[in-house]
């Protein structure tokens, strides 16, 4: 059954082919992608994040309603068939805090209508928040300490009557919706605790999909989300917040799946938020903050301004990167007979993310976003014409840690410090640099140390100012070689891996090695 599905899907867009002359490959400047009018049109947005405040009086700073309501209307204006939510509703698994979201919803679409009278269907899935938020923190045993009255304001403690009787709708842990003909399947968080990097996934998604092997129309996308990512698909193994691998398995079969997640918050400017391989699956970040400590640990060492717990975090100099509550995200799909069309948005600004990705159809036919061929097509930022790169010395303290179970505590201690001042990598169109790779080379041919530096406005618009004003890095002397000459190298590096050239500075006084 499974392979036939795969073969049919296959076949029946062979015919389409010829109509792009054998290039399957698009090009798009962000909402500018002209197809006549989509068969179907859905926003999708992840980690809502609602949290009630400890007074119970609205809510706490930076957790209101206010961008939800406003992505809303975004969605309202494109003339959206359905809006996609993909868990973490409710930051604190409270009732209250589902309820101000399905008022802010039925403000927007008033009986799940449109302007114009159409019905737009709600798409939306419990996160791992609104399973055990209330639980996070001691938060709702604070609000109330009466076992019995916290358990009325908790939304697990009956998931179903509480959602039923907040949105109007019946729950089933794994649900069921057809839009325009096409098929949605979305896997709600009923069990088990958030485990971080390594999630259990959703209970009954294998199950439901052997169960329902002809509810899916082979000649057509579906889609599939659920708040964990599918494991070893978007961000590849390296992935903060991937499942099991149980809905991998689901949706190995179908390469008409399209699979949408959500936990990680990861930025929508990350390149591999997008990835094909037997199906096709996306990362559809936060509409709260975009995750940096915690969901963009490629590189064991951390990045120089990054959070989180890489091992050497104490003996880093720059504090931690601190815009990421700018990055409020999501994204409208559109699609159409040939090809699904994904724009990324950022609603704090309202401002593009970047050119849409446009996927062809059918998925099996090619896989332009299978991360090799993604990277083979993607532009290397490059740094303008002239740039230097500028080194000097200075004194900073570390950031040191405290004390933590066995291990003693890493003082503060002020050192020599290594300050590199370069331009942002902006030269290049569309080659847009989301990191930096930070070289020293010893002058004897010695070991090299390599250091990362998250780019500034990683997480907003290319065309944002944060993302085109120069950077400053800072090192401490004792991470770098020791005792010899060495000289440093930064390149810019796009999100698939693709370097620029680099900026080289002169050679550098030995450092004194430690005693």
């Not at 700073?61 to 309202?76: A, G, M, P, V, Y």
């Not at 090619?366 to 200075?394: D, M, N, T, W, Y």
Request: hydrophobic share 35%.
């Amino acid at each position: 059954m499974n392979t036939n599905i795969s073969r049919r899907w296959f076949i029946g867009g062979l015919a389409s082919f010829g109509a792009f002359g054998g290039n399957r490959i698009f090009s798009a400047h962000a909402g500018t992608f002209s197809g006549g009018k989509p068969n179907i049109t859905f926003g999708v947005i992840s980690d809502v994040h609602v949290r009630l405040a400890a007074s119970r009086e609205g809510f706490d700073k930076d957790h209101d309603t206010s961008t939800l309501i406003h992505t809303f209307e975004w969605f309202r204006a494109q003339g959206v068939d359905a809006v996609m939510i993909v868990g973490d509703i409710a930051d604190k698994g409270l009732v209250d805090e589902l309820q101000y979201v399905a008022d802010a919803w039925f403000k927007v679409f008033p009986g799940d209508k449109s302007p114009d009278g159409r019905h737009v269907q709600r798409l939306f899935v419990y996160g791992n928040h609104d399973y055990e938020g209330y639980g996070y923190g001691g938060y709702a045993k604070k609000l109330w300490p009466d076992e019995t009255e916290r358990a009325q304001h908790v939304l697990s403690t009956d998931q179903k009557a509480n959602w039923e009787k907040i949105f109007h709708e019946e729950f089933s842990p794994i649900k069921f919706w057809t839009v325009n003909g096409y098929s949605f399947v979305g896997g709600h968080w009923t069990a088990d605790r958030c485990h971080g990097k390594e999630e259990t996934g959703i209970a009954g998604v294998e199950e439901f999909f052997a169960a329902h092997p002809k509810m899916l129309d082979p000649k057509k996308p579906f889609f599939y989300f659920q708040h964990p990512h599918p494991k070893d698909t978007c961000y590849g193994s390296w992935a903060w917040g991937h499942d099991d691998g149980r809905a991998t398995r689901a949706l190995t079969p179908f390469s008409n799946a399209i699979a949408f997640s959500g936990h990680s918050h990861t930025t929508l400017t990350h390149d591999q938020s997008i990835w094909q391989g037997a199906f096709t699956s996306l990362g559809t970040s936060s509409l709260r903050y975009t995750g940096g400590a915690y969901s963009l640990t490629r590189f064991p060492m951390g990045y120089e301004n990054g959070g989180g717990t890489a091992e050497f975090d104490p003996y880093k100099i720059m504090t931690g990167y601190g815009s990421t509550r700018d990055g409020r995200q999501g994204m409208l799909v559109r699609v159409y007979e040939s090809h699904v069309v994904f724009t990324r948005r950022e609603f704090v600004y309202d401002q593009s993310l970047g050119e849409d990705w446009v996927l062809p159809l059918p998925a099996a036919e090619s896989k332009p976003f299978a991360f090799a061929e993604h990277a083979k097509r993607s532009i290397a930022p490059q740094f303008p014409a002239g740039a230097e790169l500028l080194v000097s010395r200075a004194r900073a303290k570390n950031r040191g840690a405290a004390a933590k179970g066995k291990k003693a505590a890493i003082p503060a201690e002020e050192k020599d410090v290594f300050v590199l001042d370069f331009p942002a990598a902006t030269a290049a169109k569309n080659g847009r640099a989301f990191d930096y790779e930070i070289v020293a080379a010893p002058k004897d041919g010695g070991k090299k140390v390599k250091k990362y530096l998250m780019a500034d406005g990683y997480n907003m618009s290319p065309d944002a100012p944060r993302a085109r004003r120069p950077l400053t890095c800072r090192i401490a002397a004792d991470q770098l070689p020791q005792g010899v000459e060495f000289r440093f190298a930064v390149r810019p590096v796009n999100s698939l891996g693709k370097p620029g050239a680099p900026l080289v500075s002169g050679w550098q006084p030995a450092v004194a090695a430690k005693a």
